[in-house]
């Protein structure tokens, strides 16, 4: 076990140093990178000035070294827009997407478990098909659509939801079903393969044979084991509705990080775009990392290992 | 080899539909989808003028949604198609150069690729068109070589498997040289899979193009695409629904078709996937 955690950990710092290079090298794309902070009418001579304070007339290497260590130093930088440091006007943004992230986590839930226990229960029967491919559609809706069909029936036409925003306690709701839709596939599809796994096992049959319906077996003890590997995903997932908000958040004007990113990619604010991309890939990593660990933690057979 | 079942056959057609629209757009579209007419804004589906019967109506500077809907078809498929050929080619290369190879480049390349998909794709594709700027070839060079890696993982792993397997070593002895027994023995022999993976992606570059053209950082104005015109009729949503509920219907008719045409690949060419 100890073996496999360092292992586990080693890997993730490995990616999450590739994640930062990789950032680093699409920053530098264009050649020069001092372009992707300035308004653009600033001067020459500003440019230049800036270039040289901030080190992008230094070499590659020096800057690819300074920016590590900043980094290493949780240090963002400076926005020259806002003219406030990165971290703090990150900081303000998160709350807002952790809360959209949850609720669409929710619906998600709550709607891929049930389809993809009934996909797996009813297996074989045309059903069972037609939720596959309703399950299926959610994966293919585009959450710009999906999010302006919201809008436009329950604002709109009805009256009933806020459509942009983040005013009142019931704005969370629109977004987080765009949001829940697309990511409810996963849940689905990981649900109904756990389900079968479990229900050919003999433990199902000695359960059957000592008289329980099918119903009670599957609620009794099929649900409890097949939830193991289904907790786990929703970690991965998290990873993905942070990335999916950058899409919702606009459609719905949502104060969090991927409506940020949008608008400082629009102000030309690019240590702030950079600052959320490393913010989301970190974040991603991190849970990988967790529900690795969850899930050797509760699977003794991968605790122990070879 | 087995007659696919009708509503492979129908899904099979609707792409078909998608594809002629895009090649034949000229001939089809009843109008210049460029054409601008004051007198025509925000007109609903159907309305008749002097200037011409619209069936799914106008956008807000009196442009025919109908021919913009066709010509935005080019934009989606070509977008799409082209991505997907860069991605799999560069996937597929690397993964096949990987599992053959083994030693560094494995470990060089397998690590890349572990980082490539620790960023949301989504993000990372709006990252780098956002500092090269929009433009077709930059958004297929975007698309394409960030979405490579999934390619990698399996082309990776299936020249693991067939890599081990007589007939290649049979080759080895016979003197065949390295790249042709990559190309010519191996490559076809792991096609399958990248094939369903390549459809699965098909389905998400549509998705992207359209979402980056939405945010405004993909096909450019006046280029007509389905997600940039969506984007134009989101200030218009309470006035003029067309313009965002036609360009989606048609999106997500495309995807889903694609999307559902994949799993039925999937499982044709992995039967174990659809006995589970």
New interface residues.
């Given amino acids: 076990m100890p073996r496999h955690i360092a292992g586990r950990v080693g ?1 993730a710092l ?6 930062l ?3 680093f090298v ?2 530098h ?2 050649g020069d990178p001092t372009l ?1 902070l300035v308004p653009p009418d600033a001067s020459a001579a500003q440019i230049a000035e800036l270039r040289h304070a901030l080190g992008f007339d230094r070499p590659l290497l020096a800057q690819y070294l300074a920016y590590l260590g900043q980094l290493a130093h949780f240090d963002l930088g400076q926005s020259l827009v806002q003219r406030a440091p990165v971290a703090v006007i990150l900081a303000a943004r998160i709350p807002y997407t952790v809360e959209l992230a949850l609720a669409a986590l929710a619906v998600a839930i709550g709607l891929g478990l049930p389809a993809g226990i009934a996909m797996a229960v009813w297996r074989g029967r045309p059903a069972a098909r037609l939720l ?2 309703v399950v ?2 959610g ?7 999906s999010g ?2 919201l ?2 029936l329950f604002g ?1 036409t009805l009256g009933w939801l806020p459509t942009s925003g983040a005013d009142s306690a019931s704005s969370v709701i629109l977004p987080a079903v765009a949001l829940g839709l697309v990511t409810m596939a996963g849940f689905a599809r990981m649900m109904r ?1 756990a389900m ?1 796994d479990e229900l050919g096992r003999d433990y199902v049959a000695a359960a059957r044979a000592r008289g329980l319906s099918r119903g009670a077996a599957i609620l009794r003890h099929v649900l409890r084991n097949a939830a193991i590997p289904v907790v786990t995903i929703a970690a991965l997932e998290i ?2 509705l ?3 908000a ?2 919702v958040e ?2 719905f004007a949502w104060p969090g990080i991927g409506q940020l ?2 608008q400082s ?1 629009a102000a030309r604010d ?1 240590l702030v ?2 600052a ?2 490393l913010f ?2 970190l974040v ?2 991190g849970m ?1 990392l967790l529900a690795d660990l969850a899930y050797a933690w509760i699977d003794p057979r991968i605790r122990r290992g070879p | 080899m087995r007659r696919p079942p009708p509503a492979i056959l129908l899904l099979l057609a609707i792409l078909a539909g998608f594809v002629v629209m895009a090649l034949a757009a000229p001939l089809l579209a009843p109008y210049d989808p460029l054409h601008q007419s004051l007198l025509a804004r925000l007109r609903p589906p159907g309305t008749a003028l002097r200037a011409g019967r619209f069936l799914l109506g106008t956008d807000d500077l009196g442009r025919d949604l109908l021919s913009r809907l066709i010509f935005g078809a080019r934009a989606s498929l070509a977008v799409a198609a082209s991505s997907v050929a860069v991605s799999l080619a560069t996937g597929s290369l690397l993964g096949l150069l990987s599992g053959w190879r083994r030693g560094w480049s494995e470990i060089v390349i397998m690590r890349l690729v572990d980082s490539m998909l620790s960023i949301p794709a989504i993000l990372l594709a709006v990252l780098t068109v956002a500092v090269l700027g929009p433009g077709f070839v930059k958004l297929v060079l975007v698309l394409g070589l960030t979405r490579w890696p999934r390619y990698t993982r399996v082309a990776y792993a299936q020249t693991l498997q067939v890599a081990a397997l007589p007939y290649i070593r049979a080759a080895e002895m016979a003197g065949c040289r390295p790249w042709r027994i990559l190309l010519r023995h191996i490559l076809p022999n792991i096609a399958g899979p990248l094939l369903v993976v390549a459809t699965s992606e098909f389905g998400l570059m549509i998705l992207f193009e359209a979402g980056l053209s939405f945010l405004g950082l993909g096909i450019q104005p006046p280029t007509p695409s389905w997600g940039s015109i969506m984007s134009a009729g989101r200030d218009y949503v309470a006035r003029a629904w067309w313009l965002t509920v036609f360009p989606g219907a048609a999106l997500f008719l495309l995807v889903l078709s694609v999307n559902l045409l994949g799993d039925w690949l999937r499982d044709r060419l992995d039967p174990r996937s659809a006995t589970r």
Avoid: K, R
């Fill in positions: 890997q490995v990616a999450a140093f590739g994640v290079s990789i950032v699409v920053l794309l264009s992707l596959a491919v299926l559609a994966q293919s809706l585009p959450t710009f659509w302006i069909l809008i436009l709109v393969i079968l990873g993905n942070l990335a999916g950058v899409i606009t459609v990113a949008m990619i690019f775009v950079q959320v991309v989301v890939s991603y990593i990988n």
